[in-house]
Protein backbone atom coordinates (compact mmCIF):
# COMPACT_ATOMS: atom_id res chain seq x y z
CA UNK A 1 0.00 0.00 0.00
CA UNK A 2 3.13 2.49 0.34
CA UNK A 3 3.63 2.44 -3.11
CA UNK A 4 0.11 3.22 -4.47
CA UNK A 5 0.39 6.35 -1.72
CA UNK A 6 3.84 7.48 -3.32
CA UNK A 7 2.20 6.79 -7.00
CA UNK A 8 -1.34 8.03 -6.45
CA UNK A 9 -2.12 10.93 -8.78
CA UNK A 10 -4.92 13.11 -9.52
CA UNK A 11 -5.87 12.16 -12.96
CA UNK A 12 -8.17 13.89 -15.29
CA UNK A 13 -7.68 12.54 -18.79
CA UNK A 14 -9.25 9.00 -19.48
CA UNK A 15 -9.18 6.25 -21.86
CA UNK A 16 -12.88 5.10 -23.56
CA UNK A 17 -12.46 2.17 -21.36
CA UNK A 18 -15.27 0.88 -18.90
CA UNK A 19 -14.43 -0.38 -15.34
CA UNK A 20 -16.16 -3.92 -14.43
CA UNK A 21 -18.49 -3.73 -11.95
CA UNK A 22 -16.31 -6.24 -9.61
CA UNK A 23 -13.39 -3.64 -9.45
CA UNK A 24 -15.92 -0.84 -8.76
CA UNK A 25 -17.06 -3.07 -6.16
CA UNK A 26 -13.65 -3.97 -4.73
CA UNK A 27 -13.07 -0.29 -4.47
CA UNK A 28 -16.36 0.68 -2.65
CA UNK A 29 -15.48 -2.66 -0.10
CA UNK A 30 -11.76 -0.43 0.32
CA UNK A 31 -13.80 2.03 1.32
CA UNK A 32 -16.27 0.61 3.69
CA UNK A 33 -12.83 -0.63 6.03
CA UNK A 34 -12.23 2.32 6.91
CA UNK A 35 -11.86 3.93 10.33
CA UNK A 36 -15.11 5.90 11.93
CA UNK A 37 -15.71 7.50 14.33
CA UNK A 38 -17.46 5.88 17.16
CA UNK A 39 -18.07 2.72 14.07
CA UNK A 40 -20.80 4.93 12.92
CA UNK A 41 -19.93 3.82 9.23
CA UNK A 42 -21.82 7.30 8.59
CA UNK A 43 -20.56 6.54 4.36
CA UNK A 44 -22.95 5.95 1.45
CA UNK A 45 -21.84 5.71 -2.55
CA UNK A 46 -23.59 6.08 -5.42
CA UNK A 47 -22.34 5.16 -8.70
CA UNK A 48 -22.90 6.88 -11.86
CA UNK A 49 -22.80 5.34 -15.22
CA UNK A 50 -23.62 5.99 -18.55
CA UNK A 51 -26.85 7.30 -19.41
CA UNK A 52 -27.59 8.76 -15.97
CA UNK A 53 -23.55 10.31 -16.06
CA UNK A 54 -25.38 12.69 -18.73
CA UNK A 55 -27.93 13.31 -16.55
CA UNK A 56 -25.67 14.49 -13.77
CA UNK A 57 -23.67 16.69 -16.11
CA UNK A 58 -26.54 18.77 -17.14
CA UNK A 59 -28.26 19.11 -13.54
CA UNK A 60 -24.22 20.58 -12.65
CA UNK A 61 -24.43 23.11 -15.62
CA UNK A 62 -27.74 24.21 -14.69
CA UNK A 63 -25.75 24.58 -10.96
CA UNK A 64 -22.78 26.33 -12.39
CA UNK A 65 -24.82 28.54 -14.57
CA UNK A 66 -27.20 29.26 -11.57
CA UNK A 67 -23.90 30.09 -9.79
CA UNK A 68 -22.82 32.35 -12.48
CA UNK A 69 -25.45 33.99 -13.12
CA UNK A 70 -28.05 33.94 -10.18
CA UNK A 71 -28.24 33.45 -6.39
CA UNK A 72 -24.32 32.09 -5.50
CA UNK A 73 -23.81 29.90 -2.73
CA UNK A 74 -20.42 30.61 -3.23
CA UNK A 75 -19.84 34.01 -4.29
CA UNK A 76 -16.36 34.38 -3.01
CA UNK A 77 -15.41 31.57 -4.74
CA UNK A 78 -16.80 32.99 -8.30
CA UNK A 79 -12.95 32.87 -9.83
CA UNK A 80 -13.08 29.04 -9.65
CA UNK A 81 -16.29 28.43 -11.52
CA UNK A 82 -13.91 28.03 -14.87
CA UNK A 83 -12.34 25.34 -12.63
CA UNK A 84 -15.81 23.83 -12.19
CA UNK A 85 -16.54 23.73 -15.52
CA UNK A 86 -13.13 21.88 -16.75
CA UNK A 87 -14.35 19.43 -13.69
CA UNK A 88 -17.53 18.73 -16.06
CA UNK A 89 -15.40 17.95 -18.63
CA UNK A 90 -13.42 15.93 -16.54
CA UNK A 91 -16.19 13.93 -15.30
CA UNK A 92 -17.86 13.32 -19.26
CA UNK A 93 -14.59 11.62 -19.84
CA UNK A 94 -14.46 9.35 -16.97
CA UNK A 95 -16.41 5.81 -17.10
CA UNK A 96 -17.34 6.13 -13.40
CA UNK A 97 -18.60 9.09 -11.28
CA UNK A 98 -19.12 7.80 -7.35
CA UNK A 99 -20.46 10.15 -5.52
CA UNK A 100 -20.08 9.52 -1.61
CA UNK A 101 -22.77 11.03 1.25
CA UNK A 102 -22.82 11.38 4.75
CA UNK A 103 -25.98 9.39 5.74
CA UNK A 104 -25.60 10.85 9.21
CA UNK A 105 -25.18 14.59 7.96
CA UNK A 106 -27.29 17.51 7.50
CA UNK A 107 -27.42 19.99 4.66
CA UNK A 108 -24.54 22.27 4.75
CA UNK A 109 -26.97 25.15 4.70
CA UNK A 110 -28.10 23.91 8.16
CA UNK A 111 -27.41 25.57 11.76
CA UNK A 112 -25.50 23.14 13.85
CA UNK A 113 -25.05 23.29 17.93
CA UNK A 114 -21.60 22.83 18.99
CA UNK A 115 -22.09 19.35 20.00
CA UNK A 116 -23.87 18.91 16.57
CA UNK A 117 -20.63 19.98 14.48
CA UNK A 118 -18.00 18.18 16.91
CA UNK A 119 -20.33 14.98 15.26
CA UNK A 120 -20.20 16.49 11.61
CA UNK A 121 -16.51 17.10 12.10
CA UNK A 122 -16.31 13.14 13.19
CA UNK A 123 -18.34 11.94 10.58
CA UNK A 124 -16.46 13.71 7.66
CA UNK A 125 -13.35 13.12 9.55
CA UNK A 126 -14.32 9.11 8.55
CA UNK A 127 -15.06 9.79 4.94
CA UNK A 128 -12.21 11.31 4.21
CA UNK A 129 -10.51 7.79 5.08
CA UNK A 130 -13.11 5.83 3.32
CA UNK A 131 -12.28 8.36 -0.34
CA UNK A 132 -8.33 7.60 0.55
CA UNK A 133 -8.99 4.13 0.80
CA UNK A 134 -11.07 4.19 -2.50
CA UNK A 135 -8.14 6.19 -4.26
CA UNK A 136 -5.80 4.15 -3.50
CA UNK A 137 -7.31 0.84 -3.81
CA UNK A 138 -8.12 2.14 -7.47
CA UNK A 139 -4.36 2.67 -8.00
CA UNK A 140 -3.62 -0.51 -7.06
CA UNK A 141 -6.00 -1.81 -9.80
CA UNK A 142 -4.01 0.82 -12.37
CA UNK A 143 -7.17 2.64 -12.22
CA UNK A 144 -6.83 6.38 -12.07
CA UNK A 145 -9.24 9.30 -9.80
CA UNK A 146 -10.05 12.63 -9.54
CA UNK A 147 -11.05 13.72 -6.02
CA UNK A 148 -13.89 16.25 -6.87
CA UNK A 149 -15.35 19.12 -4.57
CA UNK A 150 -15.79 21.21 -7.23
CA UNK A 151 -19.63 19.66 -6.79
CA UNK A 152 -20.10 22.11 -4.15
CA UNK A 153 -20.76 25.00 -6.83
CA UNK A 154 -23.82 22.67 -8.03
CA UNK A 155 -24.84 21.81 -4.48
CA UNK A 156 -28.40 22.27 -4.19
CA UNK A 157 -28.99 21.14 -7.99
CA UNK A 158 -26.72 17.44 -7.30
CA UNK A 159 -28.93 16.96 -3.83
CA UNK A 160 -32.39 17.40 -5.13
CA UNK A 161 -31.03 15.06 -8.44
CA UNK A 162 -29.45 12.41 -6.09
CA UNK A 163 -32.44 12.55 -3.80
CA UNK A 164 -30.49 10.82 -0.98
CA UNK A 165 -30.91 11.19 2.83
CA UNK A 166 -28.09 13.06 3.98
CA UNK A 167 -25.11 15.09 3.23
CA UNK A 168 -23.17 15.62 -0.02
CA UNK A 169 -19.41 15.40 0.42
CA UNK A 170 -17.64 14.53 -2.56
CA UNK A 171 -17.59 13.07 -6.20
CA UNK A 172 -14.57 11.09 -7.42
CA UNK A 173 -14.09 10.31 -10.60
CA UNK A 174 -13.00 6.94 -12.13
CA UNK A 175 -11.25 5.10 -15.00
CA UNK A 176 -8.39 3.99 -16.90
CA UNK A 177 -5.76 7.17 -17.09
CA UNK A 178 -4.57 8.43 -20.21
CA UNK A 179 -1.83 10.53 -18.47
CA UNK A 180 0.82 10.14 -16.31
CA UNK A 181 1.55 13.72 -14.35
CA UNK A 182 4.52 14.12 -12.44
CA UNK A 183 3.89 14.19 -8.61
CA UNK A 184 3.27 17.68 -7.48
CA UNK A 185 5.39 19.80 -5.10
CA UNK A 186 4.65 18.45 -1.59
CA UNK A 187 5.61 21.01 1.65
CA UNK A 188 8.79 19.66 2.99
CA UNK A 189 8.53 17.69 6.27
CA UNK A 190 10.21 20.79 8.70
CA UNK A 191 7.31 22.80 7.50
CA UNK A 192 5.05 20.63 8.54
CA UNK A 193 6.12 18.65 11.43
CA UNK A 194 6.80 19.63 14.94
CA UNK A 195 8.11 16.95 17.49
CA UNK A 196 7.53 17.80 21.44
CA UNK A 197 9.49 15.75 23.48
Same mark, same amino acid.
Given at each position: M +?? #????? %?? +???? $?????? &??????? $? =?SAAKAPSSKNKQPW *????? !?GNTKEEMLKVFR !?? $???? &???????? *?RKQYVASAKYTIDIMAEAPAIIFVINSLGKSI???????ERVSEICNIQSIGAS? =????? #??TEKGI????????????? &??? *?? /????? =? /?? #? #???????NEFPK &??? %? *??????LEWRN
Open positions: +IS #AIYNR %RS +IRKF $IDKPIS &EKDIIDI $I =Q *KYIVI !Q !QG $IERE &ENGSALLP *KLSELTPEI =QNMLL #AAGSLWICDIFFAYS &ELC *KW /LNSDG =Q /LI #A #AIAFGYP &ERP %R *KKLDGI
